[in-house]
């Protein structure tokens, strides 16, 4: 990176890493969608100031150690391209602060806006006890879900050991300690012993083969086991379905997103009534699917 000697405030620093950012041909998409607001969030960051930060501040001179500071986090961002989410150890969710390391996904999915809106119009929340956090990674979609659904015991279960310490985290920090259960579970596979379920939702593993190969360098420092889900995708996700039914009480109900693998979901279960869900901010390939629409399992031993 060019030398920032000559630069005084936090507007310049900003200005000077949403620069070098574009420069060195970042990719973003993990918090922020472009180098202006990752430059903002890195340097806000190394001063430990909010993100919300007044107006008024953006021209406050840098004392000469803080200098160093943020551009030593700059530095980093460009040279390591880790995504700014694993430089801060920190990533929102539905507005709240979630505890990320490379141990696990940086929390992104569209499903936050349906949490946040009570899953509303798809379900009651009155009706949801038991709800399942299935490949919980942080724990974000269902520690998020436990704060619009109050009286729910939540279950956060993934294969990752080193996920689960990020969910446990997560679920201190938030003070739901009480009312969570945090899992070791491949699939359901680790679920016996576990309630039946009236909501199961999911950000499982689903990139195919061939978008892996294609991944830039900020997702490859995302941690393969929560994204590479076989040739095309759906690894996971059939496993999923094919178990799900006897995991959910009657008139419960999945969620699961599955990305840019939902045209090959629909092609290799043609009878399945998937009702997609849209967001009015963005994001596709997110399916709903009741208990009664789930497949029956064949009996065992056929």
């Not at 009236?198 to 995302?222: K, Q």
Request: glycine letters at 10%; a negative charge.
């Amino acid at each position: 990176m060019d030398s920032a000697t000559d630069l005084l405030t936090i507007r310049d620093f900003i200005r000077y890493g949403a620069s070098q950012f574009r420069a060195a041909g970042l990719t973003y998409g993990h918090g922020t969608d472009n180098a202006l607001d990752e430059a903002a969030w890195l340097v806000l960051h190394a001063l430990a100031l909010p993100l919300d930060l007044p107006d008024s501040w953006w021209g406050s001179r840098l004392t000469p150690a803080e200098r160093r500071r943020v551009e030593a986090v700059l530095r980093e961002r460009v040279i390591t391209r880790k995504p700014a989410a694993y430089i801060t150890r920190e990533a929102w969710f539905m507005g709240l602060p979630f505890y990320v390391d490379e141990r696990v996904l940086v929390p992104r999915s569209p499903i936050a806006e349906l949490v946040e809106a009570g899953f509303s119009p798809w379900l009651d929340p009155d009706a949801i006890r038991q709800v399942l956090d299935l490949c919980t990674g942080s724990g974000c979609i269902g520690l998020a879900a436990g704060t619009v659904l109050p009286e729910a015991e939540v279950w956060l279960s993934d294969v990752s050991p080193g996920a689960l310490a990020v969910a446990r985290e997560n679920t201190r920090r938030l003070g739901m300690v009480e009312r969570t259960r945090v899992v070791l579970s491949d699939v359901f596979d680790g679920l016996a012993d576990a309630p039946g379920f009236d909501l199961i939702v999911s950000n499982p593993p689903y990139v195919d083969a061939p978008e892996m190969a294609g991944l830039s360098p900020e997702y490859r420092h995302e941690p393969s086991l929560g994204l590479a889900a076989g040739e095309d995708g759906l690894e996971v996700v059939r496993r999923i379905l094919e178990g799900a039914r006897a995991r959910l009480n009657p008139g419960g109900t999945l969620i699961v997103e599955v990305g840019n693998s939902q045209p090959a979901l629909e092609a290799l279960f043609p009878g399945l009534p998937f009702t997609w869900l849209e967001f009015a901010g963005g994001g596709q390939g997110v399916f709903l699917l009741t208990r009664e629409q789930l497949p029956v399992p064949a009996p065992s031993g056929r």
